[in-house]
């Protein structure tokens, strides 16, 4: 009975249940963080520069970079499981000359939109495979991958740009229900991964291979299988990013913006992803990735030379950095 | 065990090498000519000076992604410094150095301070640098450099090109640092087991804050470097060295975990992508075909030496 | 109590790691409603063997028996269907994840659909902790802002959620307080009367007296007795354990105690080191006894300068000194050895030539340079003097035996040659002979001068090597009894006190 007693007493000072907002802030503090960071940048920007919302714009800034926030969501699945891929730029270089090459050898449209997701994750199981089972850290694997996704590409096109392309598969200058393509492929993607991450068990296991692998083991989640499952599906969004890629001008260049792949891991890493794996959303790296295209924006309308723009978005990463890890060390001590 | 799978590993390398060099002489009678082995060997400085500090610093389990930023910032004010503030030359590139070197400095305080994971403090200080050298370069790249500024990189000294003696200089000297020296052995420790090291007295956090700081005077010395060799200035220069260098460390053998890994290897592993890249594009194989043939090579070299030591378990 | 039959029966189980027989020929079973102590040294294969009954290890030869039917577990899983949970020492939870998440994971309920339904995955998981009287736990906190007792709930919550016929608990009170270890004893009883099967894997006797209906003692790797509680008595399970009587165990060498060489007073640091005030003298063997989680390891950090004192005084040979780094502590002429050997003591993949000299290198080199060769020679000195079995002095420390590694460890710090050595646990996972042998090393040294301070979770060691015990509770002082008056009554009642103005 005197347990029961002292239990009580000792019970901790937090209530039974903390308020909504209180859970949502624990559960999803990061990308909170950076939306509201994106909305007081609109704010401020459009109080300076009142053109900063016009459709246009607007535009620009979702529909122009959705391709990197789809790939940062597979990006961020493989990161959770604290893995890493540095390959994924030059994997959606070599994925758009695909497309794009069998579009304009006279393939049937669906066929070159189809291709790059179904190759993608043919180059990405080998990946898989190599570090699941080879036991090759994944980051010497993508380094590998990476010479020979580049040297491939540069080897096969010799530089030349991939013009010519039909009408129909430019997909990313369309719209659907008034909306541009991009934008709408960025927000259904990224839900169904968040949905996908949060409610099923296979999702979930991606959370327990990275947060604590010994642990996974013992509770019987098959570890390489899911490694190379992930590996997969993460091609497969860089071949659904490489069709907004590919579709967005008339010609499809032979280089890819150079240190996508660093972009992109910054996107995830940015949007909440522990590097260390075990956490993070998808919701959260997408946002990140507004929130670039956001400052990338915002720095031309408060005319910011274009020069300098590097610079200071490499400094609100380093400040976004440096703020999440005092974030944390606040609270894990 | 260790030791000789370290051994191994190198021995295995080093025969590849040797195998690599007599194909390709078969392939082309210009290859193995004294004249085109140098060459290359001026070709292969600057990513081998950045390539043995980055081999200190994954042997602590760290790594720098930032070095090629550090040398486009440093090559553009090296520039700035000479032509838009008008200092003499061998001052502006010194200064550039100092400020390349701080540049480092920085990553190792974000880093030892704040406790940022390396990839990630130096995933940002990439872009920040990278920012840095656009912002100040407006895109405007500086030429017309004094003629004795080439002797450092398209001239030789004793029959041999001048950045070659830099590269060996700092091999030999990096090597007998890692080898003999209570910073080698801390280095190792470090990478090993750092809460160890730190229960043993060792000073993890002032190493790492020196090799960081290291790797950034080795960018920047290969920037000055590079500049002579080109003779020109831009801001996107150095773009992706980061991970030639990382892959010719690995490739030599360095544990990308940390705790493992030698100068001699990364040496090899450096000598073995020049080798390939130059070999292959005299035997008419596309230049940039051999780029794929380096990254085959590293996991293929990797997967290798996983296989001979499987015995041995990472604990 | 229960004289059912057994709902699990191990028969005849062996296991061998690279040549090393770990478990010989063990027999072991436990009933619904049973609560099923197992004893035994660290290294006498509990772990062992409650691994093979929850399926991480595979049996070389045996036979595991579930409800009348043989079984073969070759995964956790196959372990979990037969209705076996085990809640392990290092507690297996995923920090990130929420607690209701961590109960139920790889075991989600679903909906209609086919999705994970996490209305219901918090309303049962509110309910598994209702049962365990847990109400001031969040089913949505995440796991890493709880306490060590509150992640032990979770697991309990979690074995309870696969409908658990039989659970294992490997030390569960290793790293808790008092008040938690009442709670959990609570819990366990509860389940017993539910009928819940339970394998209780302790050292700590007054529990296993408190709570089990049955005793099973192993010793290196065999079987020695099992035995319903009521026909043993605490040395009588003792010298089962150990294999012969304490006495001989713990050789304590009479050494002359000279004059104060530490003096600390009024030292503090967080909640768990708080206003403590000792003096340490030359020759002197002071043993620290506290429960996991007391302070006991905190108080030696502080003195080590892992973590410096915040406030209060250290006193070196009458010196007034600071302590902020291990490497002030070094050269102060202050040792540790540390309670976690694999990693804070050693770096396993180097030699034992480099593990030796880690500590003095700056000492063994001349300029930046190391002198190889007197590192050498050191270390197979040390090799010598403290008997380390080795194949030689480049060999990886990885590869020795626990006994031989805590031997490099101590090595690397009488190099140093300390005036004061903290030995943290010095002989946790060391097989019995080279326990012996490390007591030898501790007697040896004191006789030299050095003193030492010595914690130790395991009574007898500190009475048997101690001349003075401190005792640690709640980060106080709570007890400083001499070697005469150390009764493991008395130590054991200043453990478990808990002094007044104490907020935990």
Redesign the interface.
């Known amino acids: 009975m ?3 007693v ?3 007493a ?3 000072t ?1 209530p ?3 308020g909504f907002f209180k ?1 949502l802030f ?2 999803y503090g990061q990308e909170i963080v950076v939306l509201a960071a994106i909305v007081m940048l609109f704010a401020i920007v459009t109080m300076v520069n009142p053109r900063f919302i016009s459709a246009n714009n607007l535009t620009t800034i979702f529909s122009g970079n959705a391709y990197i926030a789809v790939a940062a969501i597979g990006m961020a699945m493989v990161i959770v499981t604290g893995n ?1 891929d ?1 390959s994924v730029g030059a994997l959606i270089g070599v994925l758009a000359t695909i497309s794009g090459s069998l579009a304009v050898a006279g393939y049937p449209i669906w066929f070159a939109w189809l291709a790059p997701v179904v190759v993608g994750m043919a180059v990405n199981a080998i990946i898989g495979i ?1 570090v699941a089972y ?4 994944s ?3 993508t ?10 590409l ?2 096969v096109t ?1 530089g030349t740009w991939i013009t010519d392309l039909p009408p129909d598969y430019l997909i990313a200058q369309k719209q659907i229900f008034g909306l541009p393509v991009p934008l709408v492929f960025m927000v259904v993607l990224t839900l169904l991964a968040a ?1 996908w991450m ?4 296979f999702g ?2 991606l ?2 291979i990275g ?2 692998a ?8 098959p570890i390489a299988r899911r490694t190379v499952a992930v590996f997969v599906i993460h091609g497969a969004f860089a071949g659904l990013a490489t069709i907004l890629f590919a579709t967005q001008l008339q010609v499809i260049q032979s280089t890819v913006p ?2 996508l792949e ?1 972009t992109v ?2 996107a995830a ?1 940015i949007g909440g992803v ?3 794996g ?2 993070g959303t998808v919701i959260g790296s997408t946002l990140a990735t507004i929130l670039f295209a956001t400052i990338g924006s915002a720095l031309i309308f408060v005319n910011v ?1 274009a ?9 609100l ?2 400040a976004t ?2 703020a999440d ?2 974030r944390r ?1 606040g ?2 001590a | 065990m260790k030791l000789k799978s370290l051994i191994r590993h190198e021995t295995f390398l080093a025969v590849l090498l040797v195998v690599v060099l007599i194909v390709l002489s078969f392939q082309s009678d210009r290859f193995f000519t004294i004249d085109n082995l140098l060459n290359q060997g001026r070709l292969m400085t600057e990513i081998g000076l950045i390539a043995i500090a980055m081999t200190f610093v994954i042997a602590t389990g760290g790594i720098d992604l930032s070095v090629g930023s550090i040398l486009g910032l440093t090559a553009i004010l090296t520039g700035v410094f000479w032509q838009n503030v008008g200092l003499p030359l061998p001052v502006a590139a010194t200064a550039a150095i100092a400020a390349g070197t701080f540049a480092g400095f920085v990553n190792g305080v974000i880093i030892t301070r704040f406790r940022v994971p390396p990839l990630i403090a130096t995933l940002a200080t990439l872009a920040l640098y990278r920012g840095l050298a656009e912002g100040i370069s407006q895109a405007r790249s500086v030429r017309g450099y004094p003629e004795w500024f080439y002797v450092l990189g398209q001239k030789d000294v004793l029959g041999v090109p001048t950045q070659l003696w830099i590269l060996l200089f700092a091999a030999v000297v990096a090597s007998v640092i890692l080898a003999y020296t209570t910073w080698g052995r801390t280095v190792y420790a470090v990478g090993s087991n750092e809460v160890a090291s730190r229960f043993s007295g060792l000073s993890v956090e002032k190493t790492k804050l020196a090799l960081y700081t290291a790797s950034g005077f080795a960018a920047a010395v290969a920037a000055v470097i590079f500049v002579s060799r080109v003779s020109t200035t831009r801001s996107d220069m150095g773009t992706g060295i980061e991970l030639d260098a990382i892959t010719a460390v690995v490739l030599g053998g360095t544990s990308i975990f940390g705790g493992r890994g030698t100068i001699i290897g990364t040496i090899i592993g450096l000598c073995l992508i020049q080798a390939l890249k130059n070999g292959l594009s005299l035997a008419g194989i596309k230049g940039d075909g051999t780029i794929m043939l380096i990254g085959a090579v590293l996991i293929l070299a990797i997967l290798a030496s996983n296989l001979f030591e499987r015995s041995g378990t990472r604990t | 109590m229960s004289n059912s039959t057994a709902y699990v029966s191990l028969t005849d189980m062996s296991k061998s790691f690279g040549g090393v027989k770990v478990l010989k020929d063990v027999s072991f079973d436990v009933r619904p409603g049973e609560v099923h102590a197992l004893l035994g040294e660290n290294g006498a294969g509990k772990s062992t063997l409650i691994k093979m009954m929850s399926g991480l290890y595979t049996p070389d030869a045996g036979t595991i028996t579930v409800d009348g039917r043989e079984l073969k577990f070759s995964t956790t899983r196959d372990a979990g269907a037969a209705g076996i949970a085990t809640v392990y020492q290092e507690l297996l939870l995923f920090p990130e994840l929420s607690v209701a998440e961590n109960v139920f994971l790889g075991n989600y309920p679903r909906t209609a659909t086919g999705i994970i339904d996490w209305a219901e995955v918090r309303r049962r998981t509110r309910d598994l902790l209702d049962q365990l009287d847990t109400f001031d736990l969040d089913v949505d906190t995440k796991v890493l802002s709880l306490s060590v007792a509150q992640r032990q709930r979770v697991e309990i919550a979690k074995a309870l959620s696969k409908n658990a016929r039989i659970l294992i608990m490997d030390e569960p009170t290793a790293s808790l307080v008092e008040s938690d270890v009442q709670r959990l004893m609570a819990v366990v009883r509860q389940l017993r009367e539910r009928g819940v099967g339970i394998v209780y894997v302790s050292h700590r006797m007054p529990e296993i007296f408190a709570l089990a209906d049955r005793v099973t003692v192993l010793r290196d790797g065999a079987h020695v007795a099992t035995r319903d509680i009521g026909e043993v008595d605490e040395n009588q399970l003792v010298s089962m354990m150990v294999g012969r009587s304490i006495e001989s165990l713990f050789p304590k060498a009479q050494a002359s105690i000279g004059g104060t060489v530490l003096r600390v007073t009024k030292l503090n640091h967080g909640r768990h080191v708080r206003d403590i005030s000792f003096a340490l003298r030359r020759g002197e063997i002071l043993g620290i006894a506290g429960l996991v989680g007391s302070g006991r390891t905190e108080l030696a950090l502080t003195l080590f300068g892992m973590t410096p004192a915040t406030s209060g005084e250290i006193e070196m040979e009458g010196k007034a000194v600071r302590i902020g780094s291990p490497r002030q502590a070094r050269d102060l002429g202050i040792a540790y050895v540390p309670e976690d050997r694999g990693l804070q003591g050693l770096v396993k993949a180097m030699a034992i030539r480099k593990n030796v000299s880690m500590a003095t290198i700056e000492r063994l080199s001349s300029g930046i340079f190391i002198k190889a060769g007197e590192e050498a020679q050191r270390a197979l000195d040390a090799v010598k003097r403290l008997s380390i079995r080795c194949r030689n002095i480049g060999q990886p420390v990885g590869e020795l035996s626990g006994g031989n590694q805590q031997k490099v460890v101590i090595a690397k710090w009488l190099e140093t040659m300390p005036k004061v050595l903290i030995l943290d646990e010095p002989t946790r996972g060391v097989d019995v002979g080279a326990k012996a042998e490390i007591h030898t090393i501790m007697g040896e040294l004191v006789k030299q001068g050095v003193a030492i301070i010595m914690i130790s979770s395991e009574l007898p060691e500190v009475l048997g090597m101690s001349d003075r015990v401190l005792v640690i509770s709640g980060g106080q002082i709570t007890g400083e009894i001499d070697r005469a008056d150390a009764t493991p009554e008395r130590v054991g009642a200043a453990m478990t006190a808990h002094r007044s103005g104490e907020a935990a």
């Open positions: 005197t347990t029961t002292e239990a009580t000792r019970s901790r937090a039974q249940r903390p859970r624990a559960e890493i540095v190599l080879a036991r090759i850290p980051i010497v694997v380094l590998g991958a990476l010479s020979i996704l580049r040297g491939g540069i080897s010799g949905f949060r409610y099923t068990a979930r296991s959370y327990a947060g604590n010994e642990a996974a083991l013992a509770t019987g989640i150079p240190n660093l891991i910054t890493v522990s590097i260390l075990g956490s030379s020069y300098w723009l590097r610079a200071v978005i490499g400094l990463i380093l950095v440096l890890m005092l060390r609270r894990g």
